[in-house]
């Protein structure tokens, strides 16, 4: 009889001693402002200016949606397959426990875990991590600890939520394979169309691959996929949402996937996407936050109209200049690659190979054994290169060195719009093609800034006393200046190298961009001066002390 209150209360004692971790055994189980507010992985969004979705950054891609856009087909799926009683129970099933003992008992392998019981391990994460405790490295008690966790978890649940936000919680958490999470990314990622759109065949198939979302995934295990899902179906049947001969048509036809799996930074390849996850990134570690978690929206100063226009601009004419550049170079022996005479830089190629990564990790790999690394070099095999042929790209046979003297051959271009009122970038295109030139030459390339540099030659100007109707003539001049203690002279060109002999003002020269005018006014002032007031106005380059300053040639 002692030994009867003894096991009586132990069993009674069983769940406050798991839910409250005693001494550390049993690993933590959710707190109140877990359940309350209970927490999952969702993708950030970025948008442009005027409200366009243009990406997303996600570790886990999901993104929630209302009970009101998840199709009932789905809701009767769902609980015809795995919790018939969803709508009876309070977060436990008695008879299906029972059901699965007995299974276990005759040898079959069946899953006794209701809808909740599921969302209670899926959300809280209740098999892994600090839940563990003491005794979760004890085989099968650790099992027993984590199945009392979903049961004491589950029960909460249903005390703080209505059926149907358990389902909806359910179907924005669970994962059905190919990097999708949730039912919208599931519904996008393997139909190409929403959840509320699903229709009774294609329902049943997600709902199946739930049950093992690798084993079942419908792209790489198609037939297995399939038995899953007109199991599924037959479910349905059963459930009476289907009639006999609708099961049957539907179980004939085909899974007729439109696979399209987002990538890890889902949206369309462009170059200020780098630029803003690292700017975003640094925001959110000084803030507590994590872009690849906590579902943030992003929204960005440029304008999806311009930057189509710029992109479409600068392919348009880089198209031009690349076909104007290859008929120049194909009748003067085919490599741009020559020296100061005109002559073919001899070994060019073979040199710029030693400073790529891909040189570094064979000459690694075949360190002391130069014959090997040349043959790897040298051996062709098929690879997807950029053109400006097609949509984009080829498939060319090609070696490592082929590949290299290929792509050396390209012009390359950057633009960056911006408002001058704001200084909000309103377009962005590093590149001609963020798939192949990952090279960002808004952001890394540093270029002489040329003639954008000349107002800051007229700033100078106006803040030491010269006005816009000051007047200096448009003629070729001589500019003597002492650099390193040599003597030396500039004589700069204007753009046409044709002067005009005009006695013009300020106002008209910078309107004009005269060079002459330009240079004498920067010598009148003291390039030194041009210098500090550029850095007064926030430029932040070295810039040289040196006459041509004022033309743009001193910065980088």
């Not at 950054?57 to 018939?84: C, G, H, M, W």
């Not at 085989?139 to 004491?152: A, G, Q, R, Y």
Request: glycine share 8%; aromatic share 10%; net charge positive.
């Amino acid at each position: 009889m002692g030994a009867f209150i003894v096991g009586l209360g132990i069993f009674l004692l069983y769940p406050i001693l798991v839910s409250t971790n005693f001494m550390f055994l049993f690993g933590k189980s959710p707190g109140l402002e877990e359940l309350e507010n209970p927490k999952v992985e969702k993708a950030s969004e970025l948008y442009t200016s005027d409200g366009v979705l243009i990406g997303t950054y996600f570790r886990e891609n999901r993104s929630p949606i209302p009970f009101s856009k998840i199709s009932p087909v789905l809701v009767k799926a769902l609980i015809a397959t795995e919790d018939a009683r969803f709508y009876d129970h309070a977060g436990i099933d008695p008879q299906a426990m029972a059901g699965a003992v007995w299974a276990v008992v005759r040898g079959e392998k069946r899953g006794g875990s209701t809808i909740t019981q599921q969302l209670a391990k899926n959300l809280y994460k209740t098999r892994r991590g600090e839940t563990g405790g003491a005794l979760g490295y004890i085989p099968v008690v650790s099992t027993l600890i984590s199945k009392t966790k979903e049961w004491l978890t589950a029960v909460e649940l249903e005390r703080r939520y209505t059926k149907e936000e358990i389902l909806r919680m359910y179907f924005n958490t669970v994962e059905y394979g190919s990097q999708a999470f949730g039912i919208k990314v599931a519904a996008k990622t393997f139909f190409s169309t929403s959840p509320d759109s699903l229709k009774p065949e294609e329902a049943a198939m997600l709902v199946g691959v739930l049950n093992n979302p690798t084993a079942y995934n419908p792209r790489f295990h198609p037939e297995a996929a399939l038995k899953r899902r007109n199991l599924v179906l037959t479910r349905m049947g059963q459930a009476g949402h289907l009639t006999a001969k609708q099961v049957d048509s539907l179980q004939k036809s085909p899974l007729a996937l439109r696979y399209q799996v987002d990538k890890h930074f889902d949206g369309p390849e462009a170059y200020f996407r780098g630029a803003v996850s690292q700017t975003v990134n640094e925001w959110c570690e000084k803030n507590g936050y994590d872009m690849y978690r906590d579902g943030l929206k992003i929204y960005t100063t440029i304008d999806s109209r311009m930057q189509a226009h710029a992109e479409e601009s600068v392919l348009q004419r880089m198209k031009i200049l690349q076909r104007q550049f290859d008929n120049f170079w194909r009748n003067r022996g085919g490599n741009p690659w020559v020296d100061d005479q005109g002559k073919e830089i001899p070994d060019f190629i073979q040199t710029q190979m030693k400073r790529t990564d891909q040189y570094k990790r064979l000459a690694e790999r075949y360190k002391g054994q130069p014959a090997r690394l040349d043959s790897a070099l040298n051996a062709k095999r098929p690879m997807k290169v950029f053109t400006w042929k097609g949509d984009g790209d080829t498939t060319l046979v090609m070696s490592p060195l082929d590949s290299l003297a290929y792509y050396k051959k390209f012009l390359h271009a950057g633009m960056m719009t911006m408002d001058p009122f704001t200084g909000h970038i309103k377009a962005w295109v590093g590149g001609l093609n963020y798939r192949f030139f990952q090279y960002d030459h808004v952001k890394q390339g540093r270029r002489q800034p040329g003639s954008t540099f000349k107002p800051f030659v007229y700033l100078t100007a106006l803040d030491n006393g010269y006005t816009p109707c000051d007047r200096i003539r448009d003629e070729r001049v001589t500019i003597r200046y002492v650099e390193n203690g040599k003597n030396m002279e500039w004589k700069p060109n204007n753009v046409t190298r044709e002067y005009s002999g005009s006695n013009m003002t300020l106002r008209h020269a910078m309107a004009r961009s005269i060079n002459s005018v330009t240079a004498q006014l920067t010598e009148l002032v003291g390039w030194e001066n041009v210098a500090k007031y550029a850095h007064k106005v926030g430029i932040r380059s070295k810039l040289l002390d040196v006459p041509s300053i004022g033309l743009g040639s001193g910065a980088m």
